[in-house]
């Protein structure tokens, strides 16, 4: 953990849960927030990203589904528009220049980013988020804030849960 960093450790009991921890996250983003999702395969982290699209109003019709294939997905038509990164098909920093995500990390958007321990995509400012499976439909929430925003972002939402 950074220096000075804090770590909010909570229990989602459900899927409910974990959607309404995504609906309290949703209104305090602004253009520019990074989220930056950790956890192992079905911990949760796409189920937490369409739950979050959702709560900015991404319209029902569109689908969120996991950019593991495509690498970024991108949902616009809510109050912000979210860009879903995954990067867990990279192998190699070197791939990273191809993805173009210096021109979605720190722009109008909200981005969320799948695998974000693997490469150092996010920017110094950012909310970390780690699921972990704690038994069927049951997750254990980390939430720690990076850099003054990211505190700010974790202090508030934390909060809220």
């Known amino acids: 953990m950074a220096s000075g960093a804090k770590?909010?450790?909570?229990?989602l009991s459900d899927?409910?849960?974990t959607r309404a921890a995504a609906h309290a996250l949703a209104p305090l983003l602004?253009?520019?927030?990074?989220?930056?999702?950790?956890?192992?395969?079905?911990?949760?982290?796409?189920?937490?990203?369409?739950?979050l699209?959702?709560?900015?109003?991404?319209?029902?019709?569109?689908?969120?589904?996991s950019p593991t294939f495509t690498l970024i997905n991108e949902y616009p038509g809510g109050r912000l528009p979210l860009h879903h990164v995954d990067l867990y098909r990279l192998s190699d920093e070197s791939e990273l220049g191809e993805l173009g995500l210096d021109e979605v990390v720190g722009g109008e958007g909200v981005v969320a980013v799948e695998w974000s321990e693997r490469f150092p995509v996010l920017p110094s400012e950012h909310l970390a988020?780690?699921?972990?499976?704690a038994g069927p439909d049951k997750r254990d929430l980390v939430v720690t804030?990076?850099?003054?925003?990211?505190?700010?972002?974790?202090?508030?939402w934390t909060k809220s849960l």
């Not at 988020?129 to 499976?133: A, C, D, E, H």
């Not at 804030?145 to 508030?156: S, W």
């Open 53 to 65: 699209a959702e709560a900015l109003g991404v319209p029902p019709g569109v689908r969120v589904t």
């Open 15 to 17: 899927e409910a849960a």
């Open 145 to 156: 804030g990076r850099g003054r925003r990211g505190d700010d972002l974790a202090q508030a």
């Open 129 to 133: 988020v780690t699921l972990s499976v």
């Open 7 to 11: 770590e909010f450790n909570t229990h």
């Open 30 to 51: 602004r253009p520019g927030d990074a989220i930056g999702l950790v956890g192992d395969l079905g911990a949760g982290k796409t189920y937490f990203v369409r739950a």
